[in-house]
Nanobody, 116 residues
Framework: QVQLVESGGGLVQPGGSLRLSCTASGSITGFVAMNWYRQPPGKERELVAF???????NYAESVKGRFTISRDNAKNTVYLRMNDLKPEDTAVYYC??????????WGQGTQVTVSS
């Protein structure tokens, strides 16, 4: 099974930016979509953004206009550019390949903390 590794998380002040990366151990082109999820402290995991194999994208309402998902198939990598970060964006961010099912490939998560 493809393994996913996230990177790029960290501590940032409100209004700041981060770019998360998710690099797969193999090709990502065979997956129907590549997804970014997040799990805020004490809350359920939620879908943040996805990009289909054809390049179509969609975003949670809470991040529209601030986050951008993109993919580089040649590098087996998906990115999440996050601008104008808010404290409520604080969460562990997870990369997923497929449809978000438990038996899909998932990364280990990367912590994003937005705080002054």
């Amino acid at each position: 099974q493809v393994q996913l590794v996230e990177s790029g998380g960290g501590l940032v002040q409100p209004g700041g930016s981060l770019r998360l990366s998710c690099t797969a151990s193999g090709s990502i082109t065979g997956f129907v979509a590549m997804n970014w999820y997040r799990q805020p402290p004490g809350k359920e995991r939620e879908l943040v953004a996805f990009i289909s194999s054809g390049g179509a994208t969609n975003y949670a309402e809470s991040v529209k206009g601030r986050f951008t998902i993109s993919r580089d198939n040649a590098k087996n990598t998906v990115y999440l550019r996050m601008n104008d970060l808010k404290p409520e964006d604080t969460a562990v961010y997870y990369c997923n390949a497929g449809r978000g099912f438990d038996n899909d490939p998932w990364g280990q998560g990367t912590q994003v903390t937005v705080s002054s």
